[in-house]
């Protein structure tokens, strides 16, 4: 079946613009998460949803990121006024345990590279 | 809180040799441990995962990895190296409470020679 989909592949932007990042987690899969890779580092979480809300956002850099799943499908990373710093690429992954359980397995997207200007 | 150390950026070995990976832990509370790999322009992948059971984990591709609770550790091994078992390798820990982190190593690139 298909995975995990994450568009646009790549984003160039310029700072100070508002971009969005969505994902599309494999089907019947209620957690989703959220993670930034910068260059050389392994990825860093930002945010969980479990169903449609968010179950912990304790890795959100500052109030610029925002995310919303609002029908508990696709998810959509919101980051207004980008800065340079926020080059990197965006991880979304899914996993099945309707529980949220810590040793689920997650599935990841490809991710998207975002390239502020 | 918890965190993971992968000693080692770069790993290097000849085909047909020994894999060995090297991740260390720190948590308060019982973790979970996992190894994921990322090829080349491709999201991470599974490779296996502790979760309180067996100690020693068999995953994909003739990896496995063993938990040791004294060393704090859970390298990554596999007997004998394959061309196609060039990528970065990430190990990963989250623990059975203070939220749904995960918390990631900054990553080990193998290198195979032929």
């Known amino acids: 079946g298909a995975g995990v989909s994450q568009t646009p592949s790549n984003k160039v932007t310029e700072k100070g613009k508002y971009v969005e990042l969505r994902c599309d987690p494999i089907?019947?899969?209620?957690?989703l998460y959220w993670y930034r890779q910068s260059l050389g580092q392994g990825p860093e979480f930002l945010i969980y949803?479990?169903?449609?809300?968010?179950?912990?956002d304790s890795g959100l850099p500052n109030d610029r990121f925002f995310a919303v799943r609002p029908e508990g499908s696709v998810s959509t990373l919101k980051i207004q006024r980008t800065e340079r710093g926020d080059s990197a690429v965006y991880l979304c992954a899914s996993s099945l345990n309707p529980s949220g359980g810590r040793g689920d397995t997650q599935y990841f997207g490809p991710g998207t590279r975002l390239t502020v200007l | 809180a918890q965190s993971v150390t992968q000693l080692g950026s770069h790993v290097s070995v000849s085909e047909g040799a020994l894999v060995l990976l090297r991740c260390n832990y720190s948590s308060s509370v019982p973790p979970y441990l996992f190894w994921y790999v990322q090829y080349p322009n491709q999201g991470l992948q599974l490779l296996l995962k502790?979760?309180?059971?067996?100690?020693l984990v068999k995953g994909i591709n003739g990896f496995e990895a063993e938990f040791k609770k004294s060393e704090t550790s859970f390298h990554l091994t596999k007997p004998s190296a394959h061309m196609s078992d060039a990528a970065e390798y990430f190990c990963?820990?989250?623990?059975?409470?203070?939220?749904?982190?995960?918390?990631f190593g900054a990553g080990t690139r193998l290198f195979v020679k032929a």
């Open positions: 502790y979760t309180s059971a067996a100690t």
């Open positions: 089907s019947g899969h209620t957690a």
């Open positions: 990963a820990v989250t623990t059975h409470t203070g939220g749904f982190k995960t918390i």
């Open positions: 949803f479990q169903g449609t809300g968010a179950a912990d």
